[in-house]
Each structure stands twice: as structure tokens, then as C-alpha cells.
């Protein structure tokens, strides 16, 4: 069994690896879908604040689920009626709009006020943007008329950057692409409310920011696009990449659905970020997901530029199960987007000619899907690069890429008809034994070898169309003593094969003569059917160590397993060679009167114990504050008779330490000891 779980972990360490260069972005699933709103129901009980529970109804609204039991209308009625925090009012309306809330006039005059008083008296952008906000959606309710529009303008404007960054506060350092979005945002909250106060040149003004904002987009290694988060956002609230990205696509799309004509933005920086999202995927934390679904959202439902997402299904394509590929053309969170589709091209992985070349596939209009069947049968077990065209056959703007490029896996069931297991001579290499092991039989071998031998192992796959596969392949020899050693078999032609010179191996065998167990293990990413053959065993006859060499006879033993290694010590050099003694007599003498000095001075200088703490705490921490002080005096007298340096800094610190706590009470003592006599001074 534990033979077993080392193999299979090897195995499924490659399938990751290959998984993860063949996976690609697709979108939303009904099953995506389905377990984001599973795990948002169970996120409900952890939301308090107003802005978590607008996250959690907007992550629901895009994932099309009407959930009111967080909040309901009326209490969203009675935060706008009493709260006075501008960013309450604007979460509490941001409920309100996603449950589609209808109020009274009557009942928000005063919140009105409130809102209209506070655009007057601040500056900073998110109070501009919370307030503005709240009053786009109440306008929805009831006409709402701002005291100032122009000037509002300005104060957003103000905190722009040439290079269309955006300050949050005037005093702030710095500026960022995500603070952009949200004073585009602000802008089209504006526009709404006071539209007639945006002359042409504002417009156009707006819109060459939020086309200068892709411009800040970073790219990933796998190509997709984003927002980088600057040191400044970290001070307003953070969030990362996924927050900045979602606010500038967010703020984009509020300027075009408030202004006319288009807004020119690169079509493959729209879907370089629609991935970037898709990529992310709808797990981790509320807030994330929030970023995420808000940012897909905003994606799939916009006036600038819709991105349109080639997905192939399944993404692993198992021919035993005689499954077909459905292609499909959809925005991010799928809404079908009627195409023509083009296979230019279909190749196997790391090879150049492909095998198939412009086929327009058949489209299923009942189901939304083309069909893939012509290159079923021209298929085996592996991976394919799968280049595609998308022309759109729909009026609107949507963004597709030119050339769209997917990996697929395709796995099977492979066969290995034999295994050749062999004893040969080192020398000549030709076959002293040979066995033909057969996997249906599974009838166990029985070799014999000296170190002066070679064993031989080799063996033929076979994929489902009966062509050469070559998987990963490993011979796993264990002692009776539990110990392990694993080899790689390496492709030879088309076959697999594995020669272990024995003599170039007995110290990496730990010189162990005896009986070792031959396990198989034959596995691919590809392969449905991965194996661990036992073979037989092999009783391999090896010479005695060297004299000084220890066998070692179990696996924890082993110099090839983990373990504790020999502890290195540090070694000083030899000591040099003292200076005579007469020598160190007078220097040793000369070092003696600058204390001796000293001594003179305190007694010139007529210094006496008066202030000596008499009793109580103060003498103790006193006493131990000398005594610390002789302690480190002694410790230098060590460190030149006998100490090295690592061992004095120890100690050290270990003395200054406890000399800190006295010293510092005993001068705190003596300071209030001598403050009333200063006074009286």
C-alpha cells in the first residue's frame, strides 16, 4: 500500500503539471454558477456591515438569484431616512437598487438635504462619490436638483493627474488607476443627475480618460490583463488587483452608458481583462468574488465593448466515454453570441504540421453550440493546440480575439501487450536471461544477478488507435529490509527501456544483498488507466563495503531519505603564539593606568556614596546595578583569558538584558530623589 502511494503521488505531481499548461479561461458554467451561489448562501451568516451585504446582492444579481432575505426594503427605507454617514446612504442604496426599492419623496426630503449640504462642504472623492451615488438612485424615485453641478465637476477634476490617475483626497502623495474609475464613476453619477451642466468638450474629456486607462493594464505571464493595486488605494479600502480592475471596468462603463458615440478602447485589452477575471474564478473570500461577479457583470452587459469567449467542452475529452467537443460563443457569463466559427488549424502538441486545416464547423442553433465530430476519428490519446476564428454575426460592439487559440486534452485507455524483463552480461551486454512478462497472466519472475551483471527492462504501449505512447514510466526495487529505490525508464525508439548497471550502482544500493520486489509504474496525464505492475523479484548477489563503509540495513538508514544531517561546527583557527613574558607584563601594566587614572579623578574630584540608595527597592536595584556592571567587566576579562567572540556576544546579551531592568529603576530613582532639590534651587 505504501509503495503504491508513492507511485501514484508521482504520477499525479506530472498530471498536474500537464493540466496546468493545457488549462484555458472559459466562462461561466450553469455548474460555475451553482457552486458560487452555494457558497455565497453560506457566506449570508458572516455579513453585517451594509457594504458586505450589498456585495453579497450584487454577487447574487449577476449570478441571477433574487436573495432578499439579507435586507429588505424597509430597512434599506430606514437607513436613508436616519443614517447620517454618506457612505451608509450610499450601500444602503446600492441595496435598494439591486431589489429594485421604490420610496416616497416625502420620506427622503431631509436625507436629500443632508446629501446636497454635504456635497458643499467636502473634497474628497468618496464623499463626492458616495453622495452623488445615493442621489442617482433616489432620482430614479423622485426629481432631485443639485445646488452646483459645475462646480462639483471641478472638485472631482481637481484630483486628476495628467497621465489620467486620480487623487482620493488634494493632500495625497500619489494617485492611481483604480481612484480614476471611481471618479469616473462619480462622473457619470453627475451626468445623470445633472446632464445638462456637461458641454461637449466634458464629454470628450471623460471619454479620453477612461480610454487612457487601459493603458495602466499590467499583463500576466498567461496573457491576461490588470489593474495593479498602488501603495495609495491600500490607505482607501485595498482589495488587490481584482478590486482596482473591477473599479476601472466598472467606471468605464458607467461614463459610456451615460454619454453618446463610442468610447475607444482596444478590443484585445477588453478580453485579455474579461480573462484576467475568469482566470480568478468565483472562489476565496466574499470580497473577491464580489470583485470578480461585479467586474463579469459589468463585462457582459456594457456600451463600450462586450468581450465575446471562445469555450471548448470538455477541456478533457476522454475517447473511452466517446465524447465530442462543443465549441460555443458567449459572453463571460453566458449569453450565447451567434458566429461562424473557423478550425484553422489542428495540431498535436510540440509537433508543427497539423493534421487538420480550415474547417467551418457545423453549428447546432437549437443548443447554441458548433460541433467538433470531423476530427474525432483523426484523434488520439495527448494534448492539441486547437486555433480557431470568430466572426460575429450579431449587430452591437463586442470585442472577439482575431485568432483564438485552445488546448485540449485528449485521454484513453493504453495497452502494453509485454514487459521484457533480462538479466545481461556488463561486459559483452549480450542476454544471460530473458523473461517476457505478461500483464494478463501476471505470472511473477524470477531473476538472479551479480554485481558483474546488467538488469534489462523494456516494454511497448500502445494507445487506442494502436500508436507508439510514451508515458511516464518508473521501476521501484525494494530490499526486504523496506528499502527503496526508484529509476526512470527513458524513451528508446518507441519503446521504453531501463538498464541498471550493477556495478556502477552497489553503493547507491547500500551494498544490500538479497531479494528485491520489481514494481511497475506506468502512468500519464493522458492515460485512464495508469498501473503498478508487481513483476516478480531479483536476488542480486553484491560485494561486502569497502573497509570504513557501514551497510546500512534499513530505510530510515537510507542516505537517500530525509533525515537529520551531520551538525556543522564551526572551527576556529589555532591560537597564535603569545608575545614573551615581559612583553605582556608591561603591556598588560600599561592597560592598568587608565583605570588607575580614573581611580585619582574620583578622589580629586571628592566623590562619596551620600546618594546610595539607604533601603528598599532602590539599594536592591542599586546593589544589582553594580554588580551587572562588574559582571560584563569580568566577562571582558574571560573573553581575553579564554572566551571566543561567539560565546562573549552571547553572554553579552544575556547580561546587558538583566543589567537593563535595575539600571534603569535606580536612575529613575535617583532623577526624582534630586527633582525637589532642583526646585528648592
Not at 312 to 340: D, M, N
Not at 516 to 529: F, K, P, R, W
Request: hydrophobic share 45%.
Amino acid at each position: 500500500m505504501d509503495s503504491c502511494r508513492n507511485g501514484c503521488l508521482i504520477l499525479a505531481l506530472v498530471a498536474l503539471l500537464c493540466l496546468s499548461v493545457s488549462a484555458s479561461p472559459n466562462v461561466l458554467s450553469e455548474a460555475d454558477k451553482k457552486f458560487g451561489t452555494e457558497l455565497l448562501i453560506k457566506s449570508e451568516g458572516s455579513v453585517s456591515t451594509l457594504e458586505e451585504k450589498y456585495q453579497l446582492l450584487r454577487s447574487f444579481q449577476v449570478l441571477g438569484i433574487r436573495r432578499e432575505e439579507l435586507i429588505t426594503c424597509s430597512e434599506v427605507e430606514a437607513v436613508l431616512m436616519s443614517s447620517t454617514s454618506v457612505k451608509d446612504l450610499f450601500y444602503a442604496s446600492k441595496c435598494g437598487e439591486t431589489l429594485l426599492c421604490s420610496f416616497q419623496e416625502s420620506a427622503l426630503k431631509t436625507t436629500v438635504s443632508r446629501l446636497l449640504s454635504s456635497l458643499d462642504n467636502t473634497e474628497a472623492l468618496l464623499d463626492i462619490h458616495f453622495s452623488l451615488g445615493t442621489l442617482a438612485f433616489l432620482k430614479v424615485q423622485f426629481p432631485v436638483a443639485l445646488n452646483d453641478p459645475v462646480s462639483i465637476f471641478q472638485k472631482i477634476k481637481v484630483l486628476s493627474a495628467e497621465d489620467g490617475s486620480w487623487k482620493y483626497n488634494p493632500d495625497d502623495a500619489g494617485t492611481s488607476a483604480k481612484a480614476a474609475g471611481t471618479a469616473l464613476e462619480t462622473m457619470g453619477d453627475l451626468i445623470s443627475l445633472a446632464g445638462q451642466a456637461f458641454d461637449d468638450a466634458k464629454i470628450r474629456y471623460l471619454k479620453g480618460v477612461a480610454s487612457k486607462l487601459f493603458e495602466f493594464l499590467e499583463k500576466y505571464d498567461d496573457g491576461t490583463q490588470f489593474i495593479d493595486e498602488r501603495p495609495l488605494d491600500g490607505l482607501y479600502g485595498g482589495g488587490g488587483p481584482l478590486a482596482a480592475t473591477s473599479q476601472v471596468v466598472k467606471g468605464v462603463a458607467v461614463v459610456a452608458s451615460h454619454t453618446s458615440g463610442h468610447i475607444e478602447v482596444p478590443a484585445e485589452r477588453v478580453i485579455s481583462v474579461a480573462k484576467f477575471f475568469l482566470t480568478a474564478g468565483i472562489h476565496g473570500s466574499l470580497l473577491d468574488m464580489f470583485h470578480v461577479l461585479d467586474g463579469l457583470g459589468v463585462l457582459d452587459k456594457n456600451r463600450f465593448l462586450v468581450p465575446v469567449i471562445l469555450s471548448v467542452r470538455p477541456s478533457v475529452l476522454s475517447l473511452s466515454a466517446k465524447e465530442v467537443f462543443k465549441i460555443s460563443t458567449t459572453t463571460v457569463l453566458g449569453s450565447p453570441v451567434s458566429a461562424t466559427i473557423t478550425l484553422r488549424k489542428a495540431v498535436r502538441a510540440n509537433e508543427k504540421e497539423p493534421f487538420l486545416l480550415n474547417q467551418v464547423l457545423e453549428s447546432d442553433e437549437t443548443k447554441g453550440v458548433h460541433n467538433l465530430n470531423d476530427i474525432l476519428n483523426k484523434l488520439d490519446i495527448g494534448s492539441y493546440d486547437l486555433t480557431f476564428k470568430v466572426k460575429i454575426l450579431e449587430e452591437g460592439r463586442y470585442a472577439t480575439e482575431p485568432i483564438t487559440i485552445r488546448r485540449v486534452l485528449v485521454t484513453g485507455v493504453a495497452s502494453i501487450p509485454e514487459v521484457e524483463v533480462g538479466v545481461l552480461d556488463s561486459d559483452t551486454g549480450s542476454t544471460d536471461y530473458v523473461k517476457r512478462w505478461n500483464p494478463m497472466s501476471k505470472e511473477v519472475v524470477s531473476l538472479y544477478a551479480t554485481h558483474l551483471q546488467k538488469l534489462y527492462f523494456g516494454l511497448d504501449i500502445l494507445s487506442p488507435r494502436q500508436e507508439q505512447f510514451i508515458p511516464q514510466a518508473f521501476l521501484k526495487l525494494k530490499h526486504e529490509t523496506k528499502v527503496e529505490h526508484l529509476f526512470l525508464l527513458k524513451p528508446s525508439g518507441k519503446k521504453l527501456e531501463l538498464s541498471l548497471n550493477l556495478l556502477g550502482l552497489v553503493e547507491k544500493l547500500n551494498y544490500l544483498s538479497g531479494i528485491y520486489t520489481i514494481d511497475l509504474i506506468v502512468g500519464d496525464v493522458a492515460m485512464e488507466n495508469p498501473v503498478m505492475w508487481n513483476l516478480g523479484t531479483v536476488e542480486l548477489d553484491l560485494p561486502e563495503p569497502p573497509e570504513g563503509k557501514v551497510k546500512l540495513t534499513s530505510q530510515a538508514e537510507s542516505p537517500f531519505k530525509y533525515g537529520p544531517r551531520p551538525e556543522i561546527t564551526h572551527m576556529f583557527r589555532p591560537a597564535e603564539k603569545r608575545a614573551p613574558p615581559t612583553l605582556s607584563n608591561t603591556f598588560l601594566a600599561l592597560t592598568l593606568v587608565p583605570l588607575l587614572g580614573f581611580l585619582v579623578g574620583l578622589k580629586l574630584l571628592n566623590t562619596n556614596m551620600k546618594n546610595f540608595p539607604s533601603s528598599g527597592l532602590p539599594v536592591l536595584a542599586a546593589l544589582l546595578f553594580h554588580l551587572g556592571i562588574g559582571s560584563i567587566l569580568g566577562l571582558y576579562a574571560l573573553f581575553w583569558l579564554k572566551l571566543n567572540l561567539f560565546q562573549t556576544l552571547k553572554l553579552l546579551a544575556l547580561l546587558g538584558t538583566v543589567l537593563t531592568v535595575p539600571g534603569y529603576y535606580i536612575l529613575s530613582h535617583l532623577a526624582d530623589a534630586s527633582a525637589p532639590k532642583v526646585k528648592s534651587a
